[in-house]
């Protein structure tokens, strides 16, 4: 079972952690099951760090949260996040993270994990030396400050979060969950990232302009059930050969009913929507360094030219 492990500061955000927590404990309801682990980065003088004795840390709203103190065992596939803390006021307070606590987080990416934070958690990242050299992104009030500290990073800006070499920044407060449902689409494919989404009655998603936001995500701001219906389908089956016919008998519905209903919704039809869904899926592929061929292959596609043509047309 993947362990998250959500590192607590001080004047942590409820929804910075509260958001990514129901997104993967959610993902446990789907056959995806996540152990969730709570961690304090309080010393006993107030410092950021997890020493004995600083279970309890404050949030920025008031309610005490009681983590432990003492760290699981984690693996390459694990995950570590750091939810934000209050960034508004004349002066941003930046927690000092212990030395142990700054080499815990740089291990865990050193030996292959991930590393994520949600809003002013960034510097935490930063602090690690996990930003230099990385694109990144944090609350829209900090940016500036998190530029000035860590002039080796690349503050990108008006983006819901980046992920760079397993480093996964989020702008801030509910943009977490953003992040976690990426996450999960990521490991589990968008069908599971869709659910969970379902789940949580989250179905609009916002800056569809980033790639990181992804298709399945950007075309479910609405609320109709026999179409989500056939998108849960779709997005769980999106390299077979889905014919109109079988999507519509799916769903209850007679072909041009459903032909009607999703375009409606969605904005296209159901065949732009699986084309969308394999193009992102292809595209992911080919980053991390299939050919174009074999990465039309496994999505579904029987000629890879039909992928060159729909990149082109995507970069056009």
């Not at 500061?9 to 958001?19: R, S, T």
């Not at 699981?72 to 004349?90: F, H, I, Q, S, T």
């Not at 084309?275 to 080919?286: C, G, K, N, T």
């Amino acid at each position: 079972m993947t362990t998250v492990v959500f590192v607590l500061l001080p004047g942590v955000h409820l929804l910075d952690l509260a958001g990514p927590a129901q997104a993967f404990f959610a993902a446990g309801d789907f056959g995806r099951p996540y152990d969730l682990r709570y961690v304090s980065g309080v010393e006993p003088d107030g410092s950021a760090g997890g020493g004995p004795d600083a279970g309890v840390v404050a949030s920025a709203q008031g309610l005490p949260l009681v983590a432990g103190t003492d760290w699981p065992e984690l693996g390459p596939d694990d995950l570590v996040v750091v939810p934000g803390w209050r960034v508004g006021g004349v002066k941003v307070a930046w927690p000092r993270l212990s030395v142990s606590l700054r080499e815990r987080l740089a291990a865990h990416h050193g030996a292959g994990g991930t590393v994520a934070s949600v809003c002013a958690g960034a510097d935490a990242l930063g602090q690690a030396g996990l930003l230099d050299g990385r694109r990144c992104t944090t609350h829209h009030a900090v940016q500036d400050d998190l530029a000035a500290r860590y002039p080796r990073a690349h503050v990108v800006r008006d983006v819901l979060f980046t992920t760079d070499g397993g480093v996964v920044t989020s702008a801030g407060i509910a943009s977490g969950i953003d992040l976690s449902l990426h996450l999960l689409a990521m490991r589990h494919g968008p069908a599971l990232a869709a659910r969970v989404a379902r789940e949580m009655v989250v179905y609009t998603r916002r800056n569809g302009t980033e790639p990181q936001a992804s298709a399945m995500l950007r075309h479910r701001s609405h609320v109709d059930d026999t179409v989500h219906r056939v998108q849960d389908h779709i997005d769980t089956h999106f390299a077979r050969t889905l014919p109109l016919a079988d999507l519509a008998a799916h769903a209850g519905v007679a072909a041009r009913t459903l032909t009607r209903l999703f375009t409606r919704a969605a904005g296209m039809t159901p065949l732009r929507y699986q084309q969308l869904l394999r193009l992102e899926r292809a595209e992911h592929l080919i980053g991390h360094g299939a050919t174009v061929e074999s990465a039309a292959r496994t999505v579904g596609f029987q000629d890879p030219r039909m992928l060159r043509r729909l990149r082109r047309g995507a970069a056009a």
